[in-house]
T-cell receptor, first 113, second 110 residues
Framework: SQTIHQWPATLVQPVGSPLSLECTVEGTSNPNLYWYRQAAGRGLQLLFYSVGIGQISSEVPQNLSASRPQDRQFILSSKKLLLSDSGFYLC????????????FGQGTRLTVV | RKEVEQDPGPFNVPEGATVAFNCTYSNSASQSFFWYRQDCRKEPKLLMSVYSSGNEDGRFTAQLNRASQYISLLIRDSKLSDSATYLCAVNIMGSYKLIFGSGTRLLVRP
């Protein structure tokens, strides 16, 4: 069966520090991968998605970037965090086909102080 | 206008009640539809897909109205454990993007 791992679960970082969140998927090949952010009490905002190695689509201009160095690895990064980057970051995968459901990792709760 | 909209609630209902949520979408090219459940401070989990003809899973019934561009979720015989936020999600035809609504919060009281 497929599993998705995301870490760390919680993170407190100072303003201006870098960020690297990692997500890996097991049990499937060539998944579509997603990064979402959820602000407190809000919905899920799609940040990036990827349909293959090195292929990244950005949905919202922001202080973040994403990379997919391997088929089942998706990384979210920032060079300098802002207070507004605080939130619940969720990685998700879906099958290689279009129009299928997505499955989420356990999320990283990021607080920028 | 948001691509996917939901009434944030909360819907406060007694155990045993029937409750329904709607979710409207703006893009007529939307192709696939899903309902997710999210517990407090947890990741969303897939509750059910929504098929064109409507579908049922136990106490949960999902329906799609393409003409009016909305999907619905009906929960019968509500349980305390149904208390959560329910998110709808929409795929656009020809796209890999999955767009979520902001969620509807349900509180089931004893």
């Amino acid at each position: 069966s497929q599993t998705i791992h995301q870490w760390p679960a919680t993170l407190v970082q100072p303003v201006g520090s870098p960020l690297s969140l990692e997500c890996t998927v097991e049990g499937t090949s060539n998944p579509n991968l997603y990064w979402y952010r959820q602000a407190a009490g809000r919905g899920l905002q799609l940040l990036f998605y990827s349909v293959g190695i090195g292929q990244i689509s950005s949905e919202v201009p922001q202080n973040l970037s994403a990379s997919r160095p391997q088929d089942r690895q998706f990384i979210l990064s920032s060079k300098k965090l802002l207070l507004s980057d605080s939130g619940f970051y969720l990685c998700a995968w879906s099958s290689t086909f279009m129009n299928t459901e997505a499955f989420f990792g356990q999320g990283t709760r990021l607080t920028v102080v | 206008r948001k691509e996917v909209e939901q009434d944030p609630g909360p819907f406060n209902v007694p155990e045993g009640a029937t409750v329904a949520f709607n979710c409207t979408y703006s893009n007529s090219a939307s192709q696939s539809f899903f309902w997710y459940r999210q517990d407090c401070r947890k990741e969303p989990k897939l509750l059910m897909s929504v098929y064109s003809s409507g579908n049922e899973d136990g106490r949960f019934t999902a329906q799609l109205n393409r003409a009016s561009q909305y999907i619905s979720l009906l929960i019968r015989d509500s349980k305390l454990s149904d208390s959560a936020t329910y998110l709808c999600a929409v795929n656009i035809m020809g796209s890999y993007k999955l767009i979520f609504g902001s969620g509807t919060r349900l509180l089931v009281r004893p």
